[in-house]
């Protein structure tokens, strides 16, 4: 007996057994099966200014919330920005994504417009948009969900600090 009770082998459909063996038979071609599921990541790094600043808020209330990070003359972070593609193996390829294109798509649309740039003022993608961790991993989400051609985008994973990281998997919250 296997490790989940099973004597043999099980595929969706009708159950032949026989000398000790368990047999599925697919007696229902149409139907989908369940496919594996892989998850592939891709680890880039950039460097960015940015500071955390409400101008809806009074300055005081700035710097209560935010500290060093609302600095009038900026800060900067190494950040480590991780993309997850989830998704079943090509059969030709054993890919869910061609790791190299999956490093150019996150190139372009990511890494090219905000390393070495001052994330508050030179990005196009981020004007407007107060640049907490989590804001941006939702930025980079939206800037890469429709470029990615196989598989589909599961999770953005971001590093601020060595310490400091944040994941959105494109999710909206009920609250």
Not at 109 to 135: M, P, Q, W, Y
Not at 151 to 174: C, D, H, I, P, Q
């Amino acid at each position: 007996m296997g490790s989940h009770g099973l004597t043999g082998l099980e595929i969706a459909g009708t159950l032949i057994e026989g000398l000790g063996l368990r047999i599925m038979v697919d007696s229902n071609p149409q139907k989908p099966r369940n496919m594996p599921r892989a998850y592939v990541s891709r680890r880039l790094h950039f460097n960015a200014a940015h500071r955390l600043h409400n101008p809806e808020k009074s300055d005081e209330w700035n710097t209560e919330k935010y500290g060093k990070c609302n600095s009038a003359n900026w800060h900067g972070h190494n950040y480590v920005l991780e993309v997850v593609v989830a998704g079943t193996p090509e059969p030709d390829t054993g890919y869910v994504i061609d790791l190299g294109l999956l490093k150019r798509i996150v190139e372009e649309r990511i890494i090219e417009k905000c390393d070495h740039a001052n994330l508050n003022l030179d990005v196009d993608f981020l004007n407007g948009i107060l640049t907490s961790t989590e804001n941006l991993a939702i930025a980079f989400w939206n800037e890469l969900a429709d470029a990615i051609p196989t598989g589909e985008l599961f999770a953005v994973r971001l590093w601020e600090t060595e310490r400091n990281m944040v994941e959105y998997r494109g999710e909206e919250s009920s609250e």
